[in-house]
């Protein structure tokens, strides 16, 4: 039993310790690689740290990173000073902006959740949410490669009733789509990724449950409705046992699919977030530092969540898996035709046409560019037809409109993962903006099925689209300033002399 | 005989009641489906609404919109309550706005007329008008799609008289295009639709009769001068007893032309639309309702009138067309060259290559560019050469210039329709406004066909264009954010100190 | 003789004359037809106009455009009233700025001129020579397609001494250019075209003298050096004995070169300019006049110098050229290679690849553009190669560097015509800004031949460019408003709290 | 020996003497070639010159560029009165602004060193180093070009380790890129270039001397760790036994290739730089000689660095080169696969693909689109591959992340020149910026490695990338600035009534 003034005493980037529910521990050494920055333990150096720790973290996030021999022991009660958190001006007026968030019935589509979003989270949960690599091209690449695409609508179609269910691994969905996996959910709501179990249930889609969730994976199963499926994506551990184990309990506990992520052997730098951290920091010791500074701070949060990722994992590592499970296995984030063939050639399941969000390498190209292609070589090279119940094509990334997914159907996708707008509706409107969210796709699947004169999934074909643009990677001619400064652009009519418009 | 006094005691959203031209209507149940919000409506609540009514409403609309049983009767003036309007800031600012448009002969094109509108319609009528659907990229693809097409124009040809008068299913023009139907006139102008008919009367052109007219068909009918044409634009009923008894009046009365709407199952969702309402809600209720509020307000002024469209339309129902009319018959909306060529081989009359005004199905590709498909594989399939006598195609949408619409003529329209700019006319200027706008194209015509060379349109001809790059669908690669704000932009030599242009 | 007291009661819209040189003009029904508006006009209604008169117009402008019988003599000078100009606060506010201009040292390229002329020179005189055809489509797009063209320099060639001389229609010419014509000079300087002619006999480049220029054609030979090269731009009158008159008269004084425009049968209209117009009309009239209003007063500038443009002119009528003049015969304004092709096969010299400036047809193409098709198309057929001396190709239009120059000239040009920036020159600095432009654009091929490795214009051949983008009509897909506006920007590193860099 | 007193009476631009380290220099007829302009030399006209001297100049820059007549002698200490030295308030703001800069853990790109260099630099420093030619087109394209190449990335390799070094001519490189040539270092950073020989010793990369370093080469070959590989950038003299004296000097002191300049017969004009420079003169002066200047001060530095430089070098010359030395030659500033072609023929060791980083040929062609088109036609007619130990292609220009230079490794290149970017870093850190903007580059490679699934550079394959739009030169359409203007952007969900996000 540890006495409260002891714990005082270490109060300091020397010597730091903090209790968290009664128990005391030492995180000096782990002061520069927590995600949200050294300053804010630093404020609960020999302090406790419980109300502010609770809201964010999942309830074994400091026993599983922190080594067995910083664990100090329990505290005694009684004597631990009361900490008085003091709310930043910041934080007051995000808490009003909250107070403010139009009703869920404003809101009209998903990009409405990412403005709303936007306003009412945490700076530093924002930043790592919207955050992607080196110069973010990738990321809005993703949503702009949609664009490229374009409709060729059939008519005169007795469209009365459509059906745009659709079956994902043999597993019903009430749309092509599902929820993708993405981490940290309490960043955004206390509830983390029940919120999207929960939804999921609701509307009869499937969620994915990631390895680095904010809640432990039993919650997230538990959570689940009867009957209610789930996958799960899965990050290879150094240490094979641990997967195993992982795997085989999911599969126990009834996951239906297993998207093991083979584009992130090393988590990519999110300049963004990174850049956020510095203001996580006490600024007199960045300062003071300086050039000395030779310790990498800058992947802080990416690498506390994600040092036990094995780089090595390999083509040779397929058997293995495929002989500890029986879960259809999918490979996330394939990135050309070639691994796509090649994934078919060893008898997986599926595999995820993705760039992780373009969080990894900037310069990958879209999901959407890439299905084109694999079903094109796959076609040519195996007789294949997509979409092709043995062998099924995913994309994610960049979808903010059911026709969006509409043009990944028609191209040969069998679903499209849907992340980042789940996360914006949630941190924005808790469960309901889940539900919300979803609904929102059910009426545009239905609308534009209507317009796109599909009955059914499978009459969204390839002869629906126009993806001839698709791989057109365009940058204009830089401006000629001078000619365009010139230039004197034209005017409309005006009013005579008026009070301008309110 | 209900007595005023009764009437004012249904003056909330439980029990709305109110008075129209001396009579009694429910209209509880119909407060989330008026087109303008049930703000405006519980306003009047257990009063007479006349005086606000009729400026906006086509004489039948609250008759034909509301269910018998909800016509409670008439009331006894005597003991109805004056009601002292109260006139917004907003509504002052935009009467005044409206007595500063310029003089009509300020006015240079058809944009001109947008922005004029934009500044004197109330702000609801505008954003339904100038609405479309989702993200808004077909509405504007559809005007950007003319800028892709360029001219290749002939010389030394004695150009003295020009002659671009055509004939639209047997009927002359003046002009290779016609006034297409839109929905609701009366928003823009307490004449509505007639605005179109008078001028369409003093300028030799076509106007296309919309199902959905602030006017009543008959009226429209009656305002045309002698010899007048007329087209007819349909939405088909689910019951087709109404659809057969409205084209045969309409032929009776001597309609020539018969537009069958095939792009619309379901009306669109156009949130700019959408998002206007909510400020016409009365904001309480709005934010009580919050997460219960399952009903779908949404769509409300599409739902309230358009909920009769049969989505059922099929091909299999075109013999019965054919059954029941000698017009010629059309389809308005197709949008790829196999269901042109379908139309083409059941022996229609044409077919208007549309994806309605940008307002169904965002990403829809533009006439234009389909224009351009449809010409090359009916000549290849069925050896048809355009423009064709036997089989006409028109398209509309986005067209602002006399170029767009001959470049449209050079590819193979017979002629093309233009909606919104005669709306944006009549609601800033009345009919003199769409008279001005008609004359602006008369002279546009005559100016361009003697630069391109042309004597008549049948001299318009596909090699005065370059379409190759019509199909291009580009989006640039995503800026550089940090490389773009790094670069400091040239400057030009300046003026030494000096007070700044006037 | 009349008196000044009879002239001073013809003050009014109804009845205006006024006082030039001493004599007396009815202009009553010339009001509407005025260049530069009727405000001007009317201030001087009853008065003498010489001082306002004398530094804008050519000294026949009066004579030649008014009827004889609106001559109606001389005035006893005795009797006429000084008028008091004043002088407007906005002339006060420009004159100030045309003392504030930059030494001529610190203009570096052709730029710099048009921004400071459009500092300097009067709105209505920026607003005449800027404007352009509709939307201003062409005028840019004639800058921008040479953006379009990149280039394959050479290099380890001895460029000591480098030589961009050339002949043009077999006369010297210092540079692959020439100054092309453009009308009204005197709005931007009183000396008007005789700046050009000058400083042409400077630099020992060849002037093209416009039928419209403010000097009279005489005036403008007188002005040459003797052995000074110039060719003449002809409007085909509508009475061609007036036309012959003309060209006899050029042969005879030495012109070299007869360059008949074929692409303005009839002027374009520029709104640019019809927009200024208004403001040159007094604002009571325009409003009284609204509706009613159906005088076409939109044209004003363009009808009164080129009504007496033909219209009619055809291919039939070149024999007749053929037969009245010895000198080369050039079309000026062939806009595709099926022109180009007629104009060799009826033997005439050449052809000027041009869209008139921007100022005709808008989505016309660049010359630039049209030059690489008929070089194909002429090779193709002709077996023609180019630069060719017996059939010698000509663009302008869009021209800034010399390596625009030399684009075109790689591509088979013989030499480029330069308008507005010589316009422009002249306008802010008079005779010695058009010396500094000629010779920005010697440095600027000097410099520029060397960098290429070309040490003669024979040795800029096609290899040295790349064209492939050159007929690329790209606009992109609309941007997604709603997802461009959730995106946040990349920050660099900031500076801590500092005052803004001055 | 001069006496102070008799220096100080030639004040005057007439008669303009400086001293500097105790000698007396004539400086009148250099005042116009000063590449920072006469206002700053005027200054110290007739006093002391050595403390503004000393922090920019290279030790012997007076007397290697002043004629040895103007070398007056030395000066009587005793005489010579202090010049007190007033510092501007740009000085003082931008020396404040220097304090402010954030702590080098805080930078996270190559960009963010431009950022701060920007603010914190004099701003005739910047201007030199940021300028580029005419309308610096190809300064930005160099950039652009590396975002029209995609990435095909490979999964499930095991990267545990991965290894980027190379071998560059010969010589081992950590990194695949090198420090390229730029000169005058002293602008930045008082130690020039030797902040670059320090770093790269440091990373284990190679710097290429620049013949117009601000730095002996002496001191910068001195400053080189034992073993550290140099390269020469050589800019051939007219008088070619001083080339051969440098050439030969160089071999002696262990220089390992010879990179000769072929794209700059003469100094391209830097607008941005010229400008910059009028600030400089005394402005009086400027408004003085207005047009009566003949003189072309315009490319003062340029031409006061350059005169030497040998315009006639010729392919004639290059047996000569391998007659006198024994380095590999490579020839710097080849832009065409015809030139590479040559090179290879006459027994070169390689070409440096590059564009003089924008500043010579505006519109030149990026390096890394020369080099696409090098690999396939020298593949083609000599059946090479790349990279190629005995033909090394190398590229420079535009570059500021690890993923450009693997884009060009992949096409083809063996290695990639980096010349601003450390510019920027030692203009605001010093040589501690130059290390930590090598360390950036070695953390992206290394991520980036990892992320295509290469392990070694000899995986860096061609089907990694897809650079089928590298040749697209497209400039947009011009805007239809009435439509857009007219068309309002689509607005999210708002909060309601609440004040700004902090």
């Not at 990724?193 to 449950?209: F, P, S």
């Not at 969730?213 to 997230?220: G, L, P, R, T, Y």
Request: net charge negative; hydrophobic share 40%.
């Amino acid at each position: 039993m540890i006495s409260g003034k002891e714990v005082a005493t270490h109060n300091s980037r020397e010597s730091c310790w903090i209790i968290v529910h009664g128990k005391v521990y030492d995180v000096t050494e782990f002061l520069d690689d927590h995600p949200g920055g050294s300053k804010i333990i630093l404020k609960y150096a020999g302090k406790d740290a419980t109300a502010e720790y609770d809201p964010i973290h999942p309830p074994n996030a400091i026993t599983d990173h922190l080594p067995a021999e910083k664990h100090l022991g329990s505290v005694d009660p009684e004597t631990v000073l009361k900490v008085k958190v003091e709310v930043s001006d910041e934080e007051k007026a995000r808490v009003e902006r909250m107070s403010k968030r139009p009703s869920l019935s404003e809101i009209l589509n998903l990009h409405d959740f990412e403005a709303i979003a936007r306003m009412v989270m945490p700076e530093k949960a924002w930043a790592y949410y919207s955050s992607a690599a080196d110069d973010e091209i990738t990321i809005r690449e993703n949503h702009a490669a949609y664009h490229r695409v374009w409709f060729r609508p059939r008519i005169l179609r007795d469209v009365t009733t459509v059906d745009y269910s659709t079956k994902i691994l043999g597993q019903v969905s009430s749309m092509p789509m599902y929820i993708t996996a993405t981490a940290l959910g309490k960043l955004g709501h206390p509830d983390g990724e029940l919120n999207l179990t929960r939804a999921a249930a609701n509307h009869g889609v499937i969620q994915m449950i990631p390895t680095l969730a904010s809640c432990s994976f039993d919650e997230i199963v538990d959570a689940a409705k009867p009957g209610q499926v789930q996958f799960l994506q899965l990050y290879v551990n150094k240490d094979r046992a641990i997967t195993k184990k992982l795997v085989q309990h999911a599969e126990t506990r009834g996951i239906k699919g297993l998207f093991i992520t083979v584009d992130a052997p090393q988590l990519g730098r999110r300049e963004k977030d990174m850049r956020m951290k510095f203001d996580a920091e006490d600024p007199a010791e960045v300062t003071e530092n300086k050039q000395q500074d030779r310790v990498d701070r800058s992947q802080g949060a990416a690498r506390a969540i994600s040092s036990f990722i094995d780089p090595g994992l390999d083509w040779k590592d397929i058997p293995w898996f495929q002989s500890i499970t029986k879960m259809p296995l999918i490979l996330k984030g394939v990135q050309c035709w070639e691994d796509a063939l090649e994934a078919y050639d060893r008898g997986l399941a599926g595999v995820v046409l993705s760039n992780h969000g373009g969080r990894q390498l900037d310069f990958a190209r879209s999901g959407l560019e890439i299905l084109y292609e694999v079903v094109r070589e796959l076609g040519a090279r195996r007789g294949l037809s997509f979409p092709n119940e043995k062998f099924q094509l995913f994309v994610d990334g960049g979808v903010r409109r059911a026709t969006d997914v509409l043009k990944a159907v028609a191209i040969g996708a069998t679903a499209v993962g849907v992340g980042r707008p789940f996360l914006y509706a949630f941190s924005s409107y808790g469960q309901e903006g889940v539900d919300k969210a979803l609904q929102i796709l059910h009426d545009e699947f239905e609308m534009n099925m209507r317009l796109l004169g599909a009955r059914n999934l499978s009459e969204v074909v390839p002869s629906m689209v126009d993806a001839s643009s698709l791989s057109a990677h365009i940058v204009a001619v830089p401006g000629d300033t001078l000619y365009d400064t010139n230039y004197e652009s034209m005017q409309h009519a005006r009013l005579r002399e008026v009070r301008a418009k309110i």
